[in-house]
C-alpha cells in the first residue's frame, strides 16, 4: 500500500508514521529526516538544504524530487510505502505520480491530518527530537523517560534549529501558500481521508489505521 501524509507543521505525521510503519509493515520515509541526515553527513545535498530549511523554506523541488524518488527506488522489493512531508508542492505531487504511472503504480490513499494553529504552534515550541534516530517526543504532551535521552537509541535529545518562533511562522505560511493545495489535488482524485490530528497520540493512530480500514475495504 502507497500511503502519503499530508498535513502542517506539527501535525504530527512523523509521530503517526513511526507507529504507522510497525502496524501496517511498510517502510517508510520522512523528507525532513532524510535532509537532516544529509545535513549530519555534510553532504551536497544536505549544504544545499541547510540555507533552505533554517528560514523555514521549502527546499527546491528538483533537490527534493531527486532525493525522494531515489529512496523509492532502493524499496523496489517493499509493496508499498509510507511518505511523511513529500510531496508538498503541486511540481512534487506531479512527479511521484510519473515516477509510479511509469511502473504501472499509483498512490493508494492520502491520509491529511487536520490540527489548529495555537495547538501546531504548542506543539512545535515543546518538541525536541533525536540527534541519532531522529524520533520526536514533546517536553509535555509526550516526554522521554529520562530527560534529554532517546528511549529508543538513548541519543541525545536537541531543539531543531527551524523550531523558533520566526521559522515556525514561515513554515505556516509556505504550508498554506504551496502544500495545503494538495488536498484539493487528492481529494478531486478521490484518495483523500481526512482525520481528526487533535487528541492523544494513541486516539489519532487508532483513527488513522481506521480511516485506512475504511477507505481500502470500499
Ligand atoms: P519536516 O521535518 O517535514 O517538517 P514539517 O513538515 O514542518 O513537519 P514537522 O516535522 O515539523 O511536524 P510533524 O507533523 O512531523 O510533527 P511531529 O510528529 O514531529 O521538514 C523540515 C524542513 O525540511 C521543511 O521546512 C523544508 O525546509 C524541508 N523539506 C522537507 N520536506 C520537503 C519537501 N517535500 N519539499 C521541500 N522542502 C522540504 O509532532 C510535533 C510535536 O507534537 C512533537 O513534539 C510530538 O511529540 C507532538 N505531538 C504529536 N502528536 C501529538 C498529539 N496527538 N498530541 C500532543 N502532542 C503531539
Known amino acids: 500500500m502507497r500511503v ?15 507507529k504507522l510503519t510497525v ?16 545535513q549530519k553527513d555534510q553532504t551536497d545535498i544536505g549544504i544545499q538544504a541547510q540555507n533552505y530549511m533554517k528560514r523555514g523554506l521549502l527546499v527546491p523541488d528538483d533537490l527534493t524530487i531527486k532525493m525522494v524518488m531515489e529512496w523509492i527506488d532502493s524499496y523496489t522489493d517493499s509493496d508499498g510505502f509510507l ?9 512534487q505531487a506531479v512527479a511521484l505520480d510519473e515516477a509510479l504511472r511509469q511502473n504501472n503504480e499509483g498512490i493508494d490513499r492520502v491520509l491529511n491530518l487536520k490540527v489548529g494553529i495555537d495547538e501546531l504552534i504548542n ?38 534549529e527551524d523550531d523558533n518562533r520566526d521559522a515556525v511562522q514561515k ?3 509556505v504550508y498554506f501558500d504551496e502544500t495545503e493545495p494538495l488536498i484539493n489535488y487528492y481529494s478531486q482524485k478521490g484518495l ?5 490530528g487533535t487528541g492523544s497520540i494513541e486516539v489519532v493512530a487508532a483513527s488513522i489505521l481506521d480511516g485506512l480500514v475504511n477507505s481500502t475495504s470500499k
Request: charged share 20%; aromatic share 6%; proline share 9%.
Open 83 to 91: 511518505l511523511d512531508g513529500f510531496p508538498r508542492t503541486y511540481p
Open 123 to 160: 506543539r512545535l515550541s515543546g518538541r525536541i527530537i533525536c540527534r541519532n534516530c531522529q524520533r520526536s517526543y514533546h517536553l509535555t504532551y509526550a516526554p522521554p523517560i529520562s530527560p534529554g535521552v532517546c528511549n529508543e537509541c538513548e541519543g541525545e535529545l536537541y531543539e531543531r
Open 192 to 196: 483523500l481521508t481526512e482525520i481528526s
Open 4 to 18: 502519503i501524509l499530508l498535513g502542517p507543521p506539527g501535525a504530527g505525521k512523523g509521530t503517526q508514521v513511526s
Open 171 to 173: 513554515r505556516l505560511e
Open 23 to 38: 502496524a501496517i509493515n511498510t517502510p517508510s520515509v520522512s523528507s525532513g529526516d532524510l535532509f537532516r541526515q544529509h
